[in-house]
């Protein structure tokens, strides 16, 4: 099978996005399949064309920014060419780009897959609020040329106003997610090179508004009261975020109160990762709004025995009350925050499940199959034949 993908920004830029697509399109490229990325330069310094690990990455000059979006004058001219070289296409929203890429593949009758990540909820300028119209267009526009469209959780599809609305539409396919085990060394030698004693709240995500920093910022004193020596570390984006240099000045006197107890680790490896995780006494997801749709890191730390703390969000919500390794907490409730996570300070071992009943619940490989078997089903329809061997990984 011939795959397309396309989304605004890959890697090496970092999100849980990108992370997801990364994962994706490695394992089906490991499955057989031919796969290519197609994508924004969002860095000049990246090249245009290259391939990484055997997923061919493309990518379009940006010439202008729109908040978040970007303008890619030769975006639709790569877009046309690649169309016509593949069998499926799959297109990861919120994405500008979304109808006239969706247009494409119906005009040459292949299946259009959108994967619907989460809602744009931009602060309210007048600039952002015309991209939020653009992208909610482009939204409603590809939903309605698309033949499917993939989502998380039967949780966030339900409470989505954009999903609701195509709701015959919509598949679930549990998202990708990978964590490597670690020994007890690396552990430990983790823990010496940050200097870690006694309790560790640990946080993986960008510095970015719609994360809820600062409900974890406003618990903090109360937890301090309880556990002085306790700590949060920050792994992750914190400086110059894309979008967000305002958030971060608004945080900032926040941040100063508490510089002795909040470690900021920047961005870690898969490796670090799994190290960084056993470290922590929990992960926090204080995620503020339906900008987030799940919380991949929730799942990584449950891999390495850490449970999570998350907002009640739908979606994010999920992965604790599937596992029961964790809490949920009302949205933005600083104060329930604190008290969750004193409460599993105290007794971490009750909420803590075995990796591999995480594992069966949430892997790359049981995703890719759901893929495989959603993009089968939809050339099958389309055609009247079935997809080449290749779709068994043979």
């Not at 920050?234 to 894309?242: D, E, I, M, Q, R």
Request: charged content about 20%; hydrophobic content about 45%; overall charge positive.
């Amino acid at each position: 099978m011939r795959l397309l993908i396309a989304l605004t920004y890959y890697r090496p830029y970092t999100s849980g996005l990108t992370i997801y697509v990364e994962r994706l399109a490695r394992a089906m490229v490991r499955r057989g399949h031919s796969v290519t990325v197609l994508t924004s330069q969002h860095d000049p310094n990246l090249p245009l064309r290259e391939e990484i690990e055997g997923v061919h990455v493309v990518r379009a000059p940006v010439m202008a920014r729109i908040s978040k979006g970007v303008i890619m004058p030769t975006f639709g001219r790569l877009a046309s060419a690649l169309a016509a070289e593949h069998d499926v296409m799959n297109l990861h929203l919120p994405q500008f780009e979304t109808p006239g890429l969706a247009l494409r593949g119906r005009l040459r009758r292949m299946p259009v897959v959108l994967t619907y990540h989460c809602d744009v909820k931009l602060v309210p300028t007048l600039a952002n609020r015309a991209a939020n119209a653009a992208v909610d267009l482009a939204n409603n526009i590809g939903a309605i040329l698309a033949t499917a469209i993939v989502t998380y959780t039967q949780d966030y599809a339900d409470h989505s106003p954009y999903l609701s609305r195509y709701h015959s539409k919509v598949r679930i396919i549990p998202p990708p997610v990978e964590m490597p085990q670690v020994d007890d060394l690396e552990i430990g030698a983790f823990a010496q090179r940050w200097d870690i004693r006694g309790p560790v709240i640990g946080m993986v995500a960008r510095l970015a508004a719609e994360k809820g920093v600062e409900v974890l910022l406003r618990a903090l004193p109360r937890i301090l009261q309880v556990y002085p020596d306790a700590k949060v570390m920050f792994a992750g984006t914190y400086k110059n975020v894309l979008g967000e240099q305002a958030y971060a000045q608004r945080l900032q006197p926040m941040l100063e109160q508490h510089k002795e107890r909040w470690i900021f680790l920047g961005n870690l490896s898969q490796r670090d990762l799994a190290a960084f995780y056993p470290n922590c006494s929990m992960v926090v997801v204080p995620s503020l709004n339906s900008t987030e749709a799940f919380g991949l890191v929730q799942v990584e730390s449950m891999l390495s025995g850490t449970p999570s703390i998350a907002s009640a969000l739908p979606g994010v919500r999920q992965a604790v009350h599937q596992t029961g390794m964790g809490e949920v907490v009302p949205i933005g409730d600083s104060d329930a925050l604190a008290a969750a996570i004193i409460r599993v300070i105290r007794n971490r071992d009750q909420y803590v499940q075995p990796r591999e009943v995480i594992a069966a619940r949430y892997n790359t490989d049981k995703t890719v199959e759901e893929y495989e078997k959603l993009f089968a089903e939809l050339v099958y329809r389309k055609t009247g034949e079935p997809l080449q061997p290749e779709l068994s990984g043979s």
